[in-house]
DNA sequence: ATCCATACCTAGCATAACTAGGTATAGAGC
DNA sequence: GCTCTATACCTAGTTATGCTAGGTATGGAT
C-alpha cells in the first residue's frame, strides 16, 4: 500500500519530463530501490485520475512504425500540486516520526 | 487521513503504559503537535480491531464512583508489533522521501 | 512459430478512516 | 434544580484508495 501517497510519488516521478505509463512504474521502482513495484492496476488509474485532475496532460506517440504509447506531461496545476504534496508529506512524516516517539528524525 | 499508520501510532501510545481511549486520544493529538487531531470514530474502532488482533488487552476500571473507562495495555505480541511498524515506517518513508525526490531527507 | 517483455485497459474487491449519529456521567455556572 | 460542556464510550454507513485478476495487443528474441 502507497498509502495516499502515490499521487505525489507520480507527480515527482513526471518532473523529470514526460514519460509513458510503464516507463513511469520502472522509474518509480528504481527511485525507491524496489520498495514500490506497483501493479498497473494501481498506476494506471491513478494517471487517469490525475489527468482527470487537471495535474497531467496526456499524448498519444504516433503509432505508425511504433507501439501505441500514451505519455504523460506535468501540467502548470501538475507542478504546483506537486510542490504542495511535498511540502504535504513533510508535515505528515514529521508528525508520524514525533507520534512514534523515540527521538531522531533520520537514523543516521 | 492517517494512511495505514494508525495502528503503528496508537500502539506507540499506549508504549508509556495503559492508558483509555479518549486519554489516547490527547496523546496522540499532543505529540504530533495538533497535527492528528482523531475523531472518536476512528480511534475506538482501531482499538478494538487492535484488540482482536491480540496486540492490546483492555479492562474496565470499576465504574462505582468513577465514570466507566476502558483501559488498554500493550500485550507482548503488541510490543513486537510495534517494533515491528516501527521499522516498516522507517523503510516507508525512505523510500517515499528518496521516490519524491528534490534531496535531502530533511529540510532543515 | 512461439514466447516473453512491453504497453495499455477495466471491473470488482478489500481495507482504512471518516462522518454522523447515538448513549451516558461528572462538574461548572446560573 | 437546570443546563451546558467536557468526558467517555459506541456503531452503521459512506468514501477513497489501491489491489487482484482479468483482458487486449505489438515487437523482438529464440
Known amino acids: 500500500m502507497l498509502k495516499g501517497h502515490l ?4 507527480l515527482a516521478a513526471l518532473e523529470a519530463g514526460p514519460a509513458h505509463g510503464y516507463a513511469i512504474i520502472e ?11 506497483l501493479p498497473e492496476g494501481t498506476v494506471y488509474p491513478a494517471l ?10 496526456s499524448a498519444w506517440t ?3 512504425g511504433g507501439r501505441r504509447r500514451r505519455v504523460y506531461s506535468l501540467t502548470k496545476a501538475g507542478t ?21 516517539g523515540g ?6
Chains 1, 2 share one sequence.
Do not use: N
Open 48 to 57: 487517469h485520475r490525475l489527468e482527470q485532475a487537471g495535474l497531467l496532460s
Open 27 to 37: 522509474t518509480i521502482k528504481s527511485r525507491s530501490a524496489g520498495a514500490f513495484d
Open 7 to 10: 499521487d505525489a510519488i507520480v
Open 103 to 108: 527521538g531522531r528524525a533520520w537514523p543516521a
Open 62 to 64: 504516433p503509432p505508425p
Open 80 to 100: 504546483a500540486a506537486l510542490a504542495e504534496k511535498r511540502k504535504a508529506w513533510g508535515r505528515f512524516s514529521q508528525a508520524v516520526q514525533t507520534s512514534l
